[in-house]
T-cell receptor
Framework: GNSVTQMEGPVTLSEEAFLTINCTYT??????LFWYVQYPGEGLQLLLK?????DKGSNKGFEATYRKETTSFHLEKGSVQVSDSAVYFC???????????FGTGTRLQVTL | EADIYQTPRYLVIGTGKKITLECSQT?????MYWYQQDPGMELHLIHY???????EKGDLSSESTVSRIRTEHFPLTLESARPSHTSQYLC??????????????FGPGTRLTVT
């Protein structure tokens, strides 16, 4: 079956630090990959996505590249802000399962 | 901008009460979902629907029930609330994936506390 593994949190960084949140996956078929973000007290929002190998998704300074050879989709940002403090979920979708499979989420805390 | 709404946002209720959590979307999406999010943040799919009069149980067993009488409306009901039902409940919707609708749009959630 499909599964997503994310690095454990919480991740605590100082403002302007470089961020990496690791995500690896196991899937049958050819999944589409997503990063969702959940700010405190809110639902999830799509942050970025990639639908095929070597695609790079990007949004709000965040990037992730679909690496089929390493089955990974790591999230990166060059300079985090306090406003980036949130929980980040990696997810995949396959037509076979026809629903999203989420990782367990990684909490990011950015301090001044 | 996604238009998916959940009410109430917060609910504190006593054990044994019947409750209904409302979810509505104005995007005309066929697919709708309910997730339960535990305090450790992990999301568990508890119900989903592929269209009117279609409902399925998700990956996590739940004592709740759902209905889908109208495309835009997907309420979740607990006949007799218990403290173990205390959680955050998130509703989501998406287009059919055959139309390229992989993205799910989430509502703001209902935080339920059963005392």
């Amino acid at each position: 079956g499909n599964s997503v593994t994310q690095m454990e949190g919480p991740v605590t960084l100082s403002e302007e630090a470089f961020l990496t949140i690791n995500c690896t996956y196991t899937a049958t078929g050819y999944p589409s990959l997503f990063w969702y973000v959940q700010y405190p007290g809110e639902g999830l929002q799509l942050l970025l996505k990639a639908t095929k190998a070597d695609d790079k998704g990007s949004n709000k300074g965040f990037e992730a590249t679909y690496r089929k050879e390493t089955t990974s989709f790591h999230l990166e940002k060059g300079s985090v802000q306090v406003s980036d403090s949130a929980v980040y979920f990696c997810a995949l979708f396959t037509g076979t399962a026809s629903k999203l499979t989420f990782g367990t989420g990684t909490r990011l805390q950015v301090t001044l | 901008e996604a238009d998916i709404y959940q009410t109430p946002r917060y609910l504190v209720i006593g054990t044994g009460k019947k409750i209904t959590l409302e979810c509505s979307q104005t995007m005309g999406h066929d697919k709708m979902y309910w997730y339960q999010q535990d305090p450790g943040m992990e999301l568990h799919l508890i119900h989903y629907s592929y269209g009117v009069n279609s409902t399925e149980k998700g990956d996590l067993s739940s004592e709740s029930t759902v209905s889908r009488i109208r495309t835009e409306h997907f309420p979740l009901t607990l006949e007799s609330a218990r403290p173990s039902h205390t959680s955050q409940y998130l509703c989501a919707s998406s287009e059919d994936h055959l139309a390229g609708g992989y993205e799910q749009y989430f509502g703001p959630g209902t935080r339920l506390t059963v005392t």
